[in-house]
C-alpha cells in the first residue's frame, strides 16, 4: 500500500481522485491503509486499466521499477502472436461458414427433389 501512495504522491493524485477513477469506494484507501481490507485482483485490474503506467509488478512485489515499460518486447511478441492467431481463427471460422453453407444448398435441393417425389407419388395414387 505505501508502494501506492508513492505513485500517488509522484504523480500529485489524490486518494478521493484515484479512487473516483479506478470506480472504488470513497475511503478505500484508508481502509486499506489500515490494513482492514485487501487488495483483490479486481482492483488491480481496474489500477492497470487507468493507470497503465504504474508498474503492477512493482505495485505488488516492490521489484522492479514504478514505471511500467510499455515497449516491452515480450508484450510486443505476445501482441504479435495473438494477433497472428486471430487471423488464423478466423479464416478457420470463415472456411467452416462456407462448407456449412454448401452443405444447407445440398440439404435444401434434396428436400426439393423428395417434395417433387411426393408430389409426383400424390398425382399417380389419385
Keep these: 500500500m505505501d508502494r501506492l501512495?508513492?505513485?500517488l504522491a509522484q504523480h500529485d493524485i489524490s486518494a478521493y481522485a484515484f479512487e473516483h477513477t479506478c470506480g472504488l469506494s470513497n475511503g478505500y484507501l484508508g481502509k486499506q491503509l489500515k490494513g482492514k481490507g485487501n487488495i483483490g485482483s479486481a482492483v488491480i485490474e481496474k489500477i492497470k486499466m487507468h493507470y497503465p503506467d504504474l508498474n503492477i509488478h512493482w505495485l505488488v512485489t516492490?521489484?522492479?521499477?514504478?514505471?511500467a515499460d510499455v515497449y516491452d518486447i515480450p508484450h510486443l511478441e505476445e501482441v504479435n502472436q495473438l494477433q497472428e492467431e486471430?487471423?488464423?481463427y478466423i479464416h478457420v471460422?470463415?472456411?467452416?461458414?462456407?462448407?456449412?453453407q454448401k452443405q444447407i444448398q445440398q440439404l435444401?435441393?434434396?428436400i426439393a427433389d423428395e417434395e417433387s417425389i411426393i408430389y409426383?407419388?400424390?398425382k399417380s395414387i389419385q
Aim: proline content about 0%; cysteine-free.
Design 62 to 67: 516492490g521489484q522492479g521499477s514504478m514505471k
Design 5 to 7: 501512495y508513492r505513485y
Design 108 to 110: 435444401e435441393q434434396t
Design 120 to 122: 409426383y407419388l400424390e
Design 93 to 100: 471460422q470463415a472456411t467452416l461458414i462456407q462448407s456449412l
Design 86 to 88: 486471430s487471423k488464423t
